[in-house]
C-alpha cells in the first residue's frame, strides 16, 4: 500500500521507522533483529535509507596516500525487496537520492522498483560527500530533490527518458519529500526554505517527512509556516532518540538542529551512555505524546540500527 493510503484511512496516528542498510559486509539478519522487536505495534511502513559513494584515503606504508571511492551501506534496493517479502503486512519505502545518480541511472533503480512491486519512495538530494563543501550532481543528474520528484512522476504518466518508446508500463510511486522544521543547512532563510519544499509538493510529492527534531514547538511552527506557503499535504514528524552522551555535540552538527536546553542539561547530568539512552527514550516518549495530541498522521523514528529505545517509546506511546 501506499503511505498516503495509510495516511488517508488511518483514524488515529500510525507508527512507521526508519532502518540503515548494514555495513558493506554485513548481515542482513541485523536488519531483521531490528525489525522484529518492533512488529507487535503494527509499523505501516518501514525506509530504507540511500548511501552514496564516500571518498576515502589509504595511506600507503610509503607515506603516499591513495584515494577510494566505496559505498560504506549498499543494499537498499535488495533490502526493501528482503523487508517487502519477509514481512508482507509492512510496506517499504526506500529512499532515492540526486547524489551519484545520472537520471538514467535513476530510471533503471525506478525500474527495478517498479518490476520488485514497490510503489513507495522517499525522493532526496543527498549531502555533499565527506570533504566537499557542496553537493555536486552528476553532470548528467539532477541538481534537486525537486527534479528527480518530476522524474518519478513523469514516469507514473508513463513518460521514460526515450521518448520514443511505446506501449510504455507507467509506474505507480508514492513520492515523499524531506522538510526541516529548523531550516535546511545550505538555505539563506526558512522562507526560501518552503519555497523548494512547496515545488517539491507542486511538482507531485504527496507527503513530507521531516528532519529530526528535540523541540516539538519547531515542528508545531513548521506545519504553520508550511500551511501558510499553501503547503498541504501531510507533514510527517521524524524523531531520533538521544542514545549516546556525544549526542548533544555531533546531532546539531550533522544534522544543522538545536538540542533544547533542559534535554542538555539532563545528559550532561549522566554518567555513562546507557543513562543517556535512558533520557533519550523518556523525551522521545515525551515528544511522541505531545505529538499525538496534536494530531500527527504518523510517527516516525530514526532507529540508527538500535530497536531497543524505539520498542519502549512505542510501547509507552501506541
Ligand atoms: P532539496 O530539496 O533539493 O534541497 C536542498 C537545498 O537546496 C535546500 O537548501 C533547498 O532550500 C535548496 N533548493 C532546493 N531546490 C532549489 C532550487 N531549485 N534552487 C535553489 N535552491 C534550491 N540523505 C541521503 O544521502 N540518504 C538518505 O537516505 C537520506 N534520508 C533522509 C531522510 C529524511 C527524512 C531527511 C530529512 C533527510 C534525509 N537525507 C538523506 C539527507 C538529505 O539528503 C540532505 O538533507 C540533503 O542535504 C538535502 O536533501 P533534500 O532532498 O532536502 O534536498
Redesign the pocket.
Known sequence: MKVIDHLRNANKTLFSF?LLPPLKGHNINGIYKTIDPLLEFNPSFINI????EEIVYKKHKSGLLEKKTIRKRPGTVAISAAIKYKYPAVDVVP?L?C?GFTCEDTEYALIDFHFLGINNI??????APKGFRA?IPEKEGHP???DLVKQIINMNKGHYLDEEMENIAATDFCVG????PEK????PNIT??LT??K??IDSGAEYI???MFFDNEKYFSFVKRCREAGITVPIIP?LKPITHLNDIRSLPQVFNIDIPEDLVREIQKCENNEQAFHVGVEWAIHQSRELVKFGVPVLHYFTIGISENIRQIAKAVF
Open positions: 526508519e535509507t540511500y548511501h552514496q529512499h537520492i547524489g522517499l525522493a532526496l538530494r543527498g549531502d553537493f534537486f530533490a525537486s519529500v524531506a522538510g526541516y535546511h543547512i545550505e538555505s526560501s526554505d523548494y519544499l515545488l517539491k517527512t521531516t528532519q521524524g
